[in-house]
C-alpha cells in the first residue's frame, strides 16, 4: 500500500535542541496531519493542516504544509524529555469532509531527547 | 471518559484460533477505522466503517471480518489466527465535514499469535 517518506528514520538529541523532520509524497495530498505515539498508547493528533503553504503552530511545535501539496515539515522547538516518542505525518489524497477519504501514514520518525 | 476504547490490550493465543477485538467510541463520530501497525511500527488502514456501513477495505484478507452493530462500535474479529497477524490493532474514529482526515485513535490492542 502506499506509504508516505518520512525523514529522518530517528533522531538522538539534547534537552533544548530544536528538531525539524519532514515528509514526503509522489503524490498530492489535500490534508496533512502530524501525530504523536507513546510507548503502548495510540497515535495522538498534534496539528492538522488543509491548505497549502498553511503554517500552523502548537506551543512549542509548528508545521507547513509544502506549497506542492507533496510534502510537509514538522518543528520542534527546545525539546524536552517528554518530547520522545514516535511522530507520523499522514496525508489525505481524497476531497475534504468525503467518507471514502483515507489518510495514510508515514514512516514514523523516532525521537529521543537526552536530559 | 476513554473516547475511543478497545478491548483487550493484550492478547495471546495459538494459531488456527478465532479471536475478537472490541472498540466503542463515545465521541458521537460516525466514522470508525481499524488499522494495523506492525513491528516496524508501520501504521496500514485496514478497515472503515461510516455510520454503520463498510466503506474502506484495504484487499484484507477475508479472515478478517469487522461488524458495526451502531455507529459508536466497530469489532474486528479474526478467523484462523496466523503468525503473520501478530500486531497492534489500533481502532480510531472521526467525524464528519472538515474533521473527516483528523482521527482520534483509542490506545491500541496487542495480538500475539504463537
Known amino acids: 500500500g502506499q506509504q508516505l517518506n518520512q525523514s529522518p528514520q530517528s533522531m538522538f538529541i539534547q534537552e533544548g535542541e530544536d528538531v525539524s523532520m519532514n515528509c514526503t509524497s509522489s503524490?498530492?495530498?489535500?490534508?496533512w496531519l502530524w501525530y504523536k505515539q507513546d510507548p503502548g498508547e495510540g497515535p495522538v493528533l498534534l496539528i492538522a493542516l488543509y491548505k497549502a503553504g498553511e503554517l500552523t503552530s502548537n506551543g512549542r511545535l509548528t508545521a507547513q504544509f509544502g506549497i506542492t501539496r507533496k510534502d510537509s515539515f514538522l518543528n520542534i522547538s527546545a525539546s524536552i524529555p517528554s518530547d520522545v516518542g514516535i511522530y507520523f505525518c499522514?496525508?489525505?489524497?481524497?476531497?475534504?469532509?468525503?467518507?471514502?477519504?483515507?489518510?495514510?501514514f508515514g514512516t514514523g520518525t523516532l525521537l529521543a531527547v537526552q536530559p | 471518559d476513554t473516547a475511543v476504547s478497545q478491548t483487550p490490550k493484550y492478547l495471546v493465543t495459538q494459531m488456527g484460533n478465532d479471536k475478537s477485538i472490541k472498540c466503542e467510541q463515545n465521541?458521537?463520530?460516525?466514522?470508525m477505522y481499524w488499522y494495523k501497525q506492525d513491528s516496524k511500527k508501520f501504521l496500514k488502514i485496514m478497515f472503515s466503517y461510516n455510520n454503520k456501513e463498510l466503506i474502506i477495505n484495504e484487499t484484507v484478507p477475508n479472515r478478517f471480518s469487522p461488524k458495526s452493530p451502531d455507529k459508536a462500535h466497530l469489532n474486528l474479529h479474526i478467523n484462523s489466527l496466523e503468525l503473520g497477524d501478530s500486531a497492534v490493532y489500533f481502532c480510531a474514529s472521526s467525524q464528519g465535514g472538515r474533521g473527516a482526515n483528523v482521527l482520534t485513535f483509542g490506545a491500541g490492542s496487542r495480538l500475539t499469535v504463537l
Open positions: 465521541l458521537g463520530h460516525d466514522t
Open positions: 499522514a496525508g489525505s489524497p481524497g476531497v475534504c469532509g468525503g467518507a471514502t477519504n483515507k489518510l495514510i
Open positions: 503524490s498530492i495530498f489535500n490534508t
